[in-house]
C-alpha cells in the first residue's frame, strides 16, 4: 500500500568506530539520537517535522523513551531504523520503532510519547488540531508490537549519588542539555564490569522538564528489583528525568 | 594515479541533527571523531587499520590533533573529509585531513600526529619497522598545506576551575576516555554566548596520558592572547591533556 510506504519509514545506520561504549556495542546514547534522527525524517517526509511546526510556532516534545535490545549491534555492523506513528490521542501520540539486522531480523524495539507544545506558551495542544489534519492518515495500531510501553516509575528511597553541571557540550541546537546525556548520567552509575556482567536490556526514560547550561543536576538511585534500577535527575530538589535500567532479560516493565 | 587514489581517501559526511552544538553548527566533538574515523579507514585501506595492527600486536596512539575551520557545517548540510599520510619519521607520523563542503570548496582543515605502540610495553615502535614497508609508498609531502602544525603549549598560571569524574559513558571500545571528551571537558569552560560571540576558529589537543572509567580529572585554564585559551586536563596533579581554544581568525599558533 503507498499509505504504508510513507507510514512506515526505514532508515539505515552502520556502527563506526568511536560510536561503541566499552561493551564493544553500539552506544545506547547513540542509538538514542539515532532513533530520535529516525523520528525526526518521519515526520517530515509526513507534513510534520521540526521545519514545518516551527512555522506554525509549535515543536515537538519527547515525553517517554523506551528502548529494548536483546542485541546490540557492533562495530562495522549495519542495522535498520524503521519507525511509524501508533495513534494520537489527545495531546500525545505514540510513535514506535523496530531495529533490525541487515538481514531484516528484529534485533529490539523502542516505544514513545510525543507531544507538540506551543513554542511561546510551552502548553500541549490537541494534536487533532494539527495542521493538515496531522497524523491521522496515516496510523497504524500495531495490536502485536511485541514490547510493553512505558511504565510508571516510582521511587521511595532514592539515594543521591553525584551531580553533575551541565556545560556547552551537554547542549543540543536549542539550547536544552541533550535528551540522551541524562541516559549518560543514569548510565555513568556502573562501571563497564558491571555491564559485561549484566548486559542492559531495557531502558526507560521520562522526561519532565528542560535544563540548561549551567544547571546543576543531581542524581539519585534506588535498586528496584534484581539487576532493575530507578533513577532520578533533579535539579534544585525537582524531578528533570526519570529513568529505569533493567538487565533482566524477561520484558517485564518494572513494578 | 593509482599511487594517488589510494593515498588521498575522502568520506563523505551530512550533518544529521543532534549532531550539532547549540551554535547550531556540527560539534566539534563530533567533527573530531569523524576526523579519528576517516584516519581509521584510511589506514585499513592502506593496510594499517586497527585489525591489521593488532595482529603484530601494535596499536595506533593519537599524540596532537590540530583543526581549524573556517566554518562548520549547519543541519542538513554534506561534507567531505579527505585524509593523506604527509610523513613517517621515526616514531612519528603527520597525517593531514581536509574539510570541504558538496561543491569541494574548503571549510577547514587538520593536522595530526600519530604513534604506533607495543601493545604489550606500551612502548612506540620506529615507524619505519612497520610490517610490510608501513606507509611509505602512500606519503603525500604537502608543502602548500594551509595551516600551522601542533604549536608549543605552555601554561604558567592556570587556575583550576572544575573536575569531573569519568563515567561508563566516557569510555571508547578500549575501555579509555574518548578523546573527545577531553575536548568537550575543555569547550564547557564557556558558555553558549561567549562562542556564538567569538567563533571558536581552531583547536589543539595535546594527549600525554590515558585515562580510566572512576578516574577525577581537573580542568586548568589560562587566558592567553585575546580570545586563546590555553588548557591543561589533569589527574593526580599529572597533565592528561594539554590544550589551545583559538577563537582568533588568523592562524598563528599561539605564543
Tied chains: 1, 2.
Excluded at 523506551?66 to 495513534?87: A, L, N
Excluded at 529505569?244 to 516493565?253: E, I, V, Y
Amino acid at each position: 500500500m503507498d499509505t504504508d510506504k510513507t507510514a512506515r519509514l526505514s532508515f539505515r545506520f552502520t556502527v563506526e568506530p568511536y560510536t561503541e561504549d566499552a561493551t564493544g556495542c553500539l552506544s545506547w546514547s547513540t542509538l538514542g539520537n539515532q532513533l530520535l534522527r529516525s523520528a525526526g525524517h518521519h515526520a517530515s517526509a509526513n507534513g510534520f517535522g521540526y521545519d514545518q511546526l516551527i512555522s506554525h510556532n509549535l515543536v515537538w516534545v519527547l515525553s517517554r523513551l523506551v528502548v529494548v535490545m536483546d542485541e546490540r549491534p557492533r562495530t562495522g555492523q549495519s542495522y535498520t531504523i524503521t519507525t511509524w506513528v501508533k495513534s494520537c490521542f489527545r495531546q500525545f501520540t505514540e510513535r514506535l520503532f523496530e531495529v533490525a539486522d541487515a538481514n531484516g531480523r528484529p534485533m529490539g524495539h523502542a516505544y514513545s510519547i510525543w507531544a507538540a507544545i506551543d513554542y511561546t506558551t510551552r502548553q500541549p495542544i490537541d494534536l487533532a488540531e494539527l495542521p493538515d489534519g496531522g497524523f491521522g492518515e496515516i496510523l497504524l495500531p500495531s495490536p502485536e508490537f511485541p514490547i510493553a510501553g512505558a511504565s510508571r516509575l516510582r521511587l521511595r528511597n532514592a539515594v543521591q549519588q553525584g551531580e553533575r553541571r551541565m556545560g556547552f557540550s551537554d547542549l543540543d541546537i536549542n539550547g536544552h542539555v541533550n535528551s540522551m546525556r541524562y541516559l549518560e548520567l543514569c548510565l555513568d552509575l556502573f562501571d563497564a564490569d558491571y555491564y559485561r556482567s549484566n548486559p542492559l536490556h531495557r531502558i526507560e526514560l521520562h522526561f519532565a522538564n528542560e535544563t540548561y547550561c549551567g544547571d546543576l543536576l543531581s542524581v539519585w538511585h534506588e535498586p528496584a528489583a534484581d539487576r532493575q534500577h530507578l533513577i532520578e535527575i533533579k535539579k534544585d530538589g525537582a524531578v528533570v528525568v526519570r529513568a529505569l535500567l533493567d538487565s533482566t532479560s524477561d520484558n517485564t516493565p518494572a513494578p
